[in-house]
Each structure stands twice: as C-alpha cells, then as structure tokens.
C-alpha cells in the first residue's frame, strides 16, 4: 500500500512539472507575440525568431497593420498549406503560405499553397519567404501563376510599411506574378520536352528481359 502511494506521489510530482513546463511555455509564447509590433520588426528580427510559428504571426499582424481587415490567420494544424488567407483591394481571396528559412526555398511550397487554394476557395496564391528561392521553386510557380516574394521583397514591404507607404506596401504584395506561358498546341502536339527517370526504366527492361 505504501509503495503504491508512493508511486502516485511520484507520478503526481512528474504530471505537476509537465504541467507547469507546458504552462510556462504557453505564457512565453503569448508573450512573445504581444511583442511582435510590425512597426519595429526588422528583417534581423525575423532571422532570429525561433520558429516559422513567429514569422507567421509576424504577417499576420503586418496585414492587419496594412489595412486587410478581413486578414486571418490559419490554425496551425491542418491548415491545408496555406498560413494566412487575406483579400485584396480587387476584392479576390488571397492564399499566403509563409517561409522564415535561412536557405533556399524549394518546390515544395508552392505545391503546398496552389494545393489549398480551392479548400480556401481562393483566386491567388503567394508564398512569402525571408530567403531567396530554388530555381525549380520559381520555375513551379511560373507554370501555376503563384506569386514569390522574396528576401528582398519582404525587405521592401516593411520599409514601406513603416514609412506610411501603405499603397506601395500593397502594391507589392498584389502584383501580378511572374507566368511561364505555354502553348495548349504544344501539349497537344506532345512535343513538350519532359526530363525522364531512365534509371529506373532501365530496372524495368532488365527485369523484362529476365523474364
């Protein structure tokens, strides 16, 4: 009997410390993000946030601060690939997907915002990232008509911002994208050049061969 008061003593002293620790936590991380003032974060600040969670409330109070009202922020799970949906001056509905990387931003978000942009019922879609992007990244979003905005972007964006040039601000975020056209002849005619796995075709004709 006593050593089973013991073990839930010990067991109640660990759930307590979990508890408390998840608490702490929690406090520091609103804390945190009462701190987060879009007037005085610079691009330095941003490299050094701990997480993409922070760069992520950053935006979304830098939208609301820009005037897009209607601006909010996505839960942080199951968000379907997108991070902030806001929308614009021209009344379209804006999927944002948010990047705070120290290297180059691949592929992979642009499939991930153009993804969600029906589940958000969306006519555009944005990734913005505090780096620069793969050239596979940029040849992606070409070809979807997803907007990138980069380093130097964002860094533009928030100097307007803070110099009360909200427009201009604006004027970034919303401009049209960079789009690769491509003939629907061309894909008709098939003779658009795709790079193919040979390797693993070779495996199949060995196999084949083996047969």
């Known amino acids: 009997m006593v050593k089973v008061i013991i073990v839930a003593v010990f067991i109640g002293l660990i759930i307590a410390v979990v508890i408390g620790e998840f608490l702490s936590k929690e406090k520091e991380k609103y804390s945190k993000n009462d701190t987060i003032d879009p007037l005085k974060i610079t691009i330095q600040d941003i490299d050094h946030m701990e997480d993409g969670l922070e760069f992520e409330e950053y935006l979304y109070r830098l939208f609301l601060a820009l005037g897009y009202t209607d601006a909010y922020k996505t839960r942080g799970s199951r968000d379907f690939g997108s991070d902030l949906v806001f929308t614009d001056r021209e009344g379209y509905r804006n999927v944002v997907q948010a990047k705070r990387y120290s290297y180059p931003v691949g592929l992979g978000a642009v499939q991930e915002v153009y993804s969600s942009m029906r589940y958000y019922r969306a006519k555009k879609s944005i990734v913005i990232a505090s780096n620069q ?31 009360d040039e909200i427009e201009r ?5 919303e401009a049209e994208p960079r789009i690769i056209l491509d003939s629907w002849d061309g894909y008709m005619k098939n003779n658009k050049v795709i790079k193919k796995d040979y390797k693993a075709e070779k495996r199949i004709l060995a196999e084949q061969q083996g047969k």
């Open 133 to 163: 992007y793969t050239a596979a990244c940029e040849e992606l979003a070409g070809y979807n008509a997803v907007k990138l905005l980069n380093r130097s972007d964002l860094i533009e964006i928030i100097d307007k911002f803070k110099a």
């Open 169 to 173: 601000s604006k004027d970034i975020i």
